[in-house]
């Protein structure tokens, strides 16, 4: 172990001290590395003797520990996101999505933002309880609630926790409007709880798709379900009237780009009726995963990827500043916010997030006052 204060570098051109050697690399993980979390009082590199050779890899199993929570809906001003509440029943996903934002957030828990995220899981079995609680509140008043805005709520841990599948049923029930984030078509398991939201103006699901190429998919986010079983999910849920955005995210520059289009035809052929879309991002380590991950995979790549999110990021790797995050600015910033307003508005689009209903909401418990 070395002190952390040694490691040097920069993460478009280094790569990461705890990274995983290609002839050991994790089947079906997104992260290439473990590093070390931020926190943590020393670094982890891996050290590797010409004459030594290491044995296979053990498989990476995931585990879930459950966790309890005093509350459940979290809360937020940020003026890029249009809401101020949100609810995620899992920490760390097992997607392994290698560009996913949230990625930094094990290191709050002493953990890897690498494979740790995507092995280790925390569930919230107590969501559904707390939720009914806090909507229950006297002073609470209904807006909607997003749902997956960090990790993924239909990941595989759900088919056996159904954490969101109860929260959805408490929604349900309060006629509370949700807006819902997801990749996986394990979301047609609520397909009846969501069509019945849905005659209400209660519920939005956006399903992320930031390609088509299903080789590309299996690198970027291995344990999500491909491509093509995505689209099939959107078109299952606009069918029984469930209304779907396409969420073009991320956009990775000379890696994704060129597909913008072809996803938005796919996406409307498929029923989604509107669009949402968002521009790399690289908080915290992610940064280093995302470049180590190009190193491995797509190594001729990488600079024209890294120089330009640079040059949409004023020259740095990643711009935290509310207005810029999610879209960039400058050159290529703009082609691309154009190209996305150009195609949806051919297909007939509508753009961002809809309003859905509030009025309907009834307190939990309330409706048992008339009997």
């Known amino acids: 172990m070395t002190p952390k204060g040694d490691a040097v570098g920069t993460s478009a051109t280094r790569r990461l001290g705890a990274s995983t050697p290609p002839e050991q690399a994790r089947r079906g993980r997104g992260s290439t590395a473990n590093p070390t979390g931020r ?7 891996a050290f590797h003797d010409a004459e030594w050779a290491p044995d296979d890899p053990t498989p990476l199993r995931t585990q879930v520990t459950p966790e309890r929570s005093a509350r459940i809906i979290a809360r937020n001003t940020s003026p890029d996101i249009p809401f101020d509440r949100s609810i995620n029943p899992y920490r760390g996903c097992e997607h392994g ?17 690498g494979l740790d995220f995507e092995s280790r899981i925390f569930s919230k079995p107590d969501a559904p309880r707390l939720l009914a609680r806090e909507l229950a509140a006297p002073g ?14 239909y990941q595989p841990a759900e088919r056996e926790h159904r954490i969101t599948h109860g929260i959805l049923d408490v929604l349900r029930e309060a006629r509370h409007p949700v807006g ?8 047609l398991r609520d397909l009846d709880i969501l069509a019945e939201m849905a005659a209400r103006d209660l519920v939005l699901v956006a399903v992320s798709l930031p390609t088509l190429d299903p080789d590309l998919a ?26 779907v955005m396409i969420n073009v995210s991320p956009i990775i520059p000379g890696l994704t780009d060129h597909e913008i289009e072809a996803i938005l035809d796919r996406a409307r052929e498929s029923g989604a009726s509107r669009i949402g879309y968002a521009l790399l991002r690289l908080p915290g380590e992610v940064a280093d995963l995302v470049a180590d991950w190009f190193s491995e995979h797509y190594p001729e790549r990488k600079e024209r990827a890294f120089g330009l999110l640079r040059q949409s990021r004023g020259g740095r790797e990643n711009d935290p500043r509310f ?19 150009l195609a949806g508005t051919r297909l007939g689009f509508a753009f961002g997030r809809m309003t859905l209903n509030r009025d309907a909401f009834r307190r939990p418990g309330e409706q048992l006052t008339l009997l």
Do not use: N
């Open 180 to 187: 819902i984030t997801t990749k996986s078509d394990l979301v």
């Open 39 to 45: 926190f943590e009082a020393a670094r982890r590199e």
């Open 218 to 243: 299996r690198r970027l986010d291995p344990r999500a379900p491909r491509p093509e079983k995505r689209l099939a999910a959107m078109r299952r849920l606009a069918e029984a009237g469930v209304p």
């Open 140 to 153: 609470y008043q209904p807006e909607t609630i997003a749902l997956g805005t960090a990790t993924d709520p």
């Open 323 to 341: 207005g810029h995050r999610f879209r960039g600015e400058g050159a290529y910033a703009s082609m691309i916010g154009q190209r996305v307003r």
């Open 97 to 113: 999505c290698i560009y996913c934002y949230a990625r930094p957030t094990h290191a709050w828990l002493g953990l890897s933002p």
